[in-house]
């Protein structure tokens, strides 16, 4: 090892993958693989997910839905992307049978006059209350039924929601309006074979929550989100582990291999600790390509090995603590981990 590597452990996700499902079923899966699948790799998380039998990948946009597509997922795994800007390919993701979460009836008429072969596969959202993106109440009636009046040009495959996972009380009112919301369309004549609202930590503590299909990004990496309840409690894995090589040690300081160029936080100084065979060390300083933690006496020396974060179970730091450490979560740890780390696969 002559730099930073980051180690992603396939087998573990696989059995979180298999732990989610058993826990929210008879709720179907769909595995997010959003930003890079949160740093790990997007092909080979993906295949994974596949090979495991979930029947559905949330992308975020449509161009890694695409990608997604040209790497040989097929349409027997149905793929959803949501993030939607003012100009995107839709034929594209049409042809490619892309399933896409629609805000607004202007998004519907883009669909409709996108000259694609075939109907858009169409997921009408709902906003209750976390205000990302989504229909008000006072918008939902419209939104509906322009997309039964362009029928013959979209497909209405499913109704979703974000909620905020902020409180009980906020999530049963989040869940009463999705109802409520459901009801309402159905009424004007629409039909869902799908309906979904919950992510990570909803989809674990609550049944009522589930509905048809549960987006599980964070725990399915063995990350927890932040609040509530975290992913170990739950007996799923971390699978992500970062380490760098020693690459030198003068008066009680030894510098590491990787620093804020490979996506470590300069706020880690001071805050943070690594652990290099098994002993942690504090973090004093971080560079572009190097920080230096204190060592003072101990036997370290070149070549050894520094673990940033992992599992937990060799002396190192887990994201948990990182995200605690720096008053944010896990998920903004790994997934500003630089590309330019290898990423070396294991458990395959």
């Not at 899966?29 to 993906?46: C, N, Q, S, T």
């Not at 906020?170 to 309906?195: C, K, N, P, T, Y």
């Not at 799923?236 to 804020?260: C, R, W």
């Amino acid at each position: 090892m002559t730099g930073a590597e980051v180690t992603v452990d396939l087998a573990a996700y696989r059995r979180n993958l298999d732990r989610i499902r058993t826990r929210v079923a008879p709720a179907g899966l769909m595995a997010i693989v959003k930003a890079d699948a949160y740093g790990h790799g997007l092909l080979p998380i993906a295949r994974v997910a596949v090979e495991a039998g979930v029947g559905w990948i949330g992308s975020l946009d449509i161009a890694t839905g695409l990608r997604l597509r040209e790497a040989g997922i097929h349409d027997d795994v149905a793929i959803f992307a949501w993030l939607l800007g003012p100009v995107e390919d839709y034929a594209a993701a049409i042809g490619a049978g892309i399933d896409l979460g629609v805000s607004t009836a202007d998004q519907l008429d883009q669909l409709a006059t996108a000259g694609a072969a075939g109907r858009a596969r169409v997921h009408l959202k709902i906003d209750t209350g976390l205000h990302r993106n989504g229909a008000d109440a006072a918008e939902w009636p419209s939104l509906v039924r322009r997309a039964l009046e362009l029928e013959d040009r979209v497909e209405l495959v499913g109704v979703w929601t974000h909620i905020a996972e902020a409180s009980d009380a906020e999530d049963s009112e989040a869940i009463e309006q999705f109802h409520a919301a459901i009801a309402m369309a159905q009424g004007l004549g629409a039909a869902f074979s799908v309906r979904h609202l919950a992510a990570s930590a909803a989809s674990f503590a609550r049944a009522d929550a589930r509905f048809d299909l549960v987006r599980v990004g964070a725990f399915s990496y063995g990350i927890s989100p932040g609040g509530g309840v975290t992913a170990a409690s739950l007996g799923l894995e971390p699978v992500l582990t970062l380490a760098a090589p020693v690459i030198a040690v003068n008066d009680g300081l030894a510098t590491v291999a990787t620093g804020f160029g490979d996506g470590i936080p300069g706020s880690a100084a001071g805050a943070m600790e690594l652990a290099i065979g098994g002993e942690r060390y504090l973090i004093v300083s971080v560079d572009v390509d190097s920080l230096e933690v204190a060592v003072g006496a101990a036997p370290v020396g070149t070549g050894d090995i520094a673990v940033l974060v992992g599992p937990g179970t060799r002396g190192e730091p887990t994201l948990q603590e990182w995200g605690d450490a720096l008053g944010t979560i896990g998920e903004e740890i790994v997934t500003r981990l630089s590309p330019r780390i290898p990423r070396r696969y294991v458990g395959v």
